[in-house]
């Protein structure tokens, strides 16, 4: 009986992890998907370019719904062939599980799946597999790193509020928890070859598979969610000397560095100005990611190293340099002034107009603007968080596709790679290229004119605004910078009158009209909240695509006839935290509003509580929150 219930579980288990998640040989994945590749490419070619009949969707849809009752049914069968398989052969496992996918859909007149690759899985990624439906598409993904990070709770991890396990989540098990059928292959992709549609990969654990470590995998669908590097703007010395916050690897060692800077600094042989080195703490960068840090380490400093270490807590020192005028200089201008008299007071060091120049070992130069003097600062710990640089990957990538000229690699709004099909980019790693009213600017003119006068008018005008204001974000932004509750205005200023609703407009007065409305686009932040949303959105374009080609949501096209097919991504701002230290933060809210004080760290608490990616991490943030009110924060280098 006992052995029964094993078997059983065991079986279970062999099953689940078969299905559920990785294939560990891509080896078997790229033979299948070769035969994929020659159906799927009709296939994909009917439901991409195509205006598919509704009677033709109906059957398609009809398909991938008969096919997940014949694989809730073929469940059955499957477990005898498990069964049989795994008490015969256990290695020969995934081979039957793996080959009968494929033929279960040839045999049900179905084409192979196509097959989606995703690059990476940090915020874009992780919200793109949390949507895709996997009934539809065969989808892997590769990724050095086989868990999602809360990136937000990084700087918590720095100083012990936090477990670094608490803020990661295992991408098989978020998939396991979503039922959803995604490989994973925890590797590196070196190079995009795009005209091949293929990627060479590499597995960079330390347990490797000696002379098979790299490996090729092909795609249909290719989708870059790499993230970015932090950039060192070529200052000489940075790599060598400075920690990074970008990784959770790299926050575990930073945590393991100050504790360290505390325990030399208690070395009986060291003068006072030792001392005093190894416990200057420098922060170079004063965005959100740098301030909060800071914020971090001071309370770390006052509220427990100052208990475990008094005798070097008078030689303790915190010091941001920034480039710029501000602090925080992307939030508004209350908080920014807020931030800094905080810092000012908690007897933080704020080095603002600084430019660092270089960094040797254990000493930063900067140039210091006001008092136009270069000035060196000794450290113990030095932590760069200065902004983003693009991945190699991505840079070799934009060679290939014509984007070698940039610094970011450029998509459309529809998150589509410019310059290459079937490839999509999203996150950090890419940024996206919004349309210009004035390249279109002859186009939308005729369109107008509807009358074909050579004129048009204020109603016309106005006409087309409502028509092309989707395909065209930056006229509502236009309208609510300016606040105006139409554009009738516009046309009237072009033309120096406010007196009639009569007035028409030739194309230049008409470029004149709207030429001011380019001057309102903006970049989307390199954010989680745009990430999340950018890869959310593909998931869900990527879930209609194979179906609803006659209905086309789209906006107008400017360029062609009819509609796009879906609507462009459109960034919705759900505010923003800064995290300022001693139980305060403040917050830009929707609306404009602005939170500073006590309660908005109450509110940072229960939004990223409720943020977290699953129940489990959830669980594990809030008890090491309230660990800490009870016990403080743990000292021990481990
Ligand atoms: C310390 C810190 C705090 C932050 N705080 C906030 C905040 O409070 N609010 C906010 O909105 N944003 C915050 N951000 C920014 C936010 O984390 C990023 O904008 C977001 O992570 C971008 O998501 P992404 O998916 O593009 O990249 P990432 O989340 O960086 O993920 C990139 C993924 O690609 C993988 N990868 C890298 N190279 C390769 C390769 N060659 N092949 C395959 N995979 C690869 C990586 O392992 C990773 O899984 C913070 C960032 C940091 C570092």
Redesign the pocket.
């Known amino acids: 009986m006992r052995f029964g219930r094993t078997a059983a579980t065991f079986l279970r288990r062999a099953w689940d992890q078969a299905s559920h998640t990785s294939n560990p040989s891509p080896h078997l994945t790229s033979r299948h998907h070769e035969s994929a590749l020659a159906v799927g490419g009709r296939w994909a070619r009917r439901s991409y370019s195509s205006r598919a009949s509704g009677e033709e969707i109906g059957r398609q849809q009809k398909a991938v719904m008969r096919s997940s009752y014949f694989r809730r049914r073929g469940d059955s069968y499957r477990s005898i062939l498990i069964a049989v398989a795994a008490t015969g052969c256990l290695g020969g496992l995934y081979v039957v599980v793996s080959d009968s996918r494929v033929d279960r859909r040839d045999s049900e007149g179905l084409p192979p799946k196509k097959k989606v690759v995703l690059?990476?899985?940090?915020?874009?990624?992780?919200s793109f597999l949390k949507d895709i439906n996997t009934d539809l598409y065969d989808v892997q993904v590769?990724?050095?790193?086989n868990y999602?990070?809360f990136?937000?709770l990084?700087?918590s991890v720095t100083n012990g509020t936090v477990e670094a396990r608490s803020i990661a989540e295992p991408i098989r098990r978020m998939c396991k928890n979503k039922k959803k059928e995604v490989r994973l292959f925890e590797?590196?992709?070196?190079e995009i070859d795009h005209n091949n549609k293929r990627l060479l990969?590499r597995d960079i654990s330390d347990v490797t598979v000696k002379g098979k470590e790299e490996f090729i995998v092909d795609y249909d669908f290719l989708v870059v969610?790499?993230?970015?590097l932090s950039n060192t703007f070529g200052v000489p010395g940075v790599e060598k000397y400075c920690h990074f916050?970008?990784e959770l690897e790299d926050?575990t060692r930073i945590r393991d560095t100050v504790v360290d800077c505390f325990e030399t600094a208690c070395l009986p042989h060291l003068t006072d100005d030792d001392r005093r080195k190894m416990l200057s703490f420098v922060i170079v960068g004063g965005g959100?990611?740098g301030v909060?840090?800071a914020a971090e380490l001071h309370d770390l400093v006052h509220q427990d190293m100052a208990k475990l270490y008094p005798s070097v807590q008078e030689h303790v020192s915190v010091t941001v340099i920034e480039a710029v005028d501000h602090i925080l200089n992307t939030f508004d201008a209350r908080i920014q002034e807020y931030a800094e008299s905080k810092f000012r007071r908690d007897g933080m060091f704020l080095k603002t107009n600084c430019q660092v120049k270089k960094v040797n070992e254990g000493e930063i130069v900067y140039f210091d603007k006001k008092a136009n003097q270069e000035v060196a600062l000794p450290f113990g710990l030095a932590v760069w968080s200065t902004g983003l640089g693009t991945?190699p990957?991505v840079k070799d990538f934009m060679v290939q596709v014509g984007q070698g000229d940039r610094k970011v690699l450029a998509t459309d709004e529809w998150l589509r790679v410019k310059g290459c099909d079937a490839t999509y980019a999203?996150?950090?790693?890419a940024t996206v290229e919004q349309r210009k009213i004035m390249e279109d600017i002859n186009l939308l003119f005729k369109l107008a004119d509807a009358d074909k006068s050579g004129k048009v008018t204020v109603d016309e005008f106005e006409e087309l605004m409502e028509l092309v204001r989707e395909r065209y974000p930056q006229i509502d932004s236009f309208m609510k910078k300016k606040q105006l509750r139409d554009l009738k205005t516009l046309i009237k200023r072009a033309e120096a009158t406010d007196q009639t609703d009569a007035v028409e407009v030739d194309l230049d007065r008409f470029k004149m009209a709207v030429e001011q409305i380019d001057a309102q686009m903006t970049r989307f932040p390199?954010?989680?909240?745009?990430?999340a949303q950018q890869?959310s959105y593909l998931a869900n374009c990527f879930n209609h695509l194979p179906f609803d080609s006659e209905a086309a949501q789209g906006p107008v096209r400017v360029r062609g006839e009819g509609h796009h097919r879906f609507k462009p991504f459109m960034y919705k701002h759900l505010g923003?935290?800064a995290p300022l230290g001693g139980e305060q933060a403040a917050a830009e809210l929707p609306g404009d509003w602005i939170s500073i004080g006590r309660s908005t760290q109450w509110l940072w608490y229960s939004v990223y509580a409720s943020r977290q990616v699953s129940w489990r991490t959830r669980a594990l943030v809030v008890y090491d929150w309230t660990k800490r009110l009870f016990f403080g924060r743990d000292s021990s280098r481990l």
């Open positions: 690059l990476g899985t940090g915020w874009a990624g992780m590769i990724s050095p790193r999602f990070v990136t937000p990084i700087p590797a590196k992709c070196l990969c969610a790499v993230g970015a916050l970008k926050a959100p990611t909060e840090f991945r990957l999203m996150g950090d790693c390199a954010t989680a909240q745009v990430a890869g923003q935290f």
